[in-house]
């Protein structure tokens, strides 16, 4: 038995375990990349593709194999198109190192609290007078064409503009606000809305624009509900609901990694939103 044993790891290389290892992360990176998106269901209407042209093969169903052997030629190409949003996601995730290290472009653990505090002021506000608000705070990743979108602002990010831009009725309250640094660099905008199937119906268009620009960018997306004044926040694509300020800002603190950090509280509000 031994000496079986012995015999099937004949010649395998300590490289040979690293290079499985390697093709194992990459597959379940790949895996959690497309979970919960409309990849799922591309993939597997592709093996059911495969499954129908070898079976043609088999039963001799010549006519059929050849349509289908065509069709697959062609469908390399037409996969890069469809699977575009996929690829370009992990390429972005690709490029980025982690998502904040201790400071934002250089920022101060002050400025960052000072951010924090104008966010969850204002959120404040807005849920107390049901009043919905979309605030996107920008990462690593730029996001010039959606504040190209919208109407250029430039000013510095205070409570007090951030609740007068929401303002019903008024022209910039419809759209996202896009924060960059401090600044508020434009209203109005928009942003694309998530590709996730399994989302709540009760979900609006402002809920799914928060998780559709958090999919496509490593920003933060902080949503009120203009119906129940529900505050949420999305990041990486997931989205954590019934949040007071204090968990707000708790929150906001443990993805810009300042302020004291109690446990993974995102994590925690991820799992059990």
Not at 68 to 91: C, D, Y
Not at 177 to 184: A, C, E, L, S, Y
Request: aromatic residues 8%; glycine residues 8%.
């Amino acid at each position: 038995m031994l000496v079986q044993i012995a015999e099937l790891f004949k010649g395998f290389r300590l490289m040979d375990l690293l290079d499985i290892a390697l093709v194992a992360y990459v597959s379940y990176k790949a895996l959690q990349l497309i979970r919960g998106t409309r990849a799922v269901q591309l993939i597997r209407g592709l093996v059911l593709f495969i499954v129908f042209t070898k079976v043609s093969e088999w039963l001799g169903l010549y006519t059929i194999n050849w349509i289908l052997k065509n069709a697959m030629t062609v469908g390399a190409i037409a996969l890069l198109v469809v699977f575009q949003p996929e690829l370009r996601r992990a390429l972005e995730q690709l490029g980025r190192s982690r998502f904040f290290s201790g400071t934002v472009f250089g920022w101060g653990e002050k400025e960052i609290l000072r951010l924090i505090d104008s966010v969850a002021e204002a959120c404040e506000e807005l849920s107390k007078n049901k009043i919905g608000a979309l605030m996107v705070l920008e990462g690593q990743t730029g996001l010039n064409e959606y504040i190209e979108t919208g109407v250029m602002i430039g000013g510095q990010v205070s409570p007090e503009l951030l609740i007068n831009i929401f303002v019903p009725n008024t022209p910039l309250h419809d759209g996202a606000v896009i924060i960059r640094n401090d600044k508020i660099m434009a209203a109005s905008c928009y942003l694309p809305l998530t590709e996730n199937p399994n989302l709540s119906k009760e979900l609006g268009t402002r809920h799914r624009a928060g998780l559709g620009i958090t999919e496509q960018s490593d920003a933060v997306a902080v949503i009120v509900s203009e119906e129940t004044g529900v505050i949420s926040v999305a990041r990486e694509g997931k989205l954590s609901r019934y949040l007071d300020i204090k968990t707000l800002k708790s929150m906001l603190k443990e993805i810009y990694q300042v302020g004291e950090k109690k446990g993974n509280l995102w994590n925690w509000r991820k799992t059990n939103a």
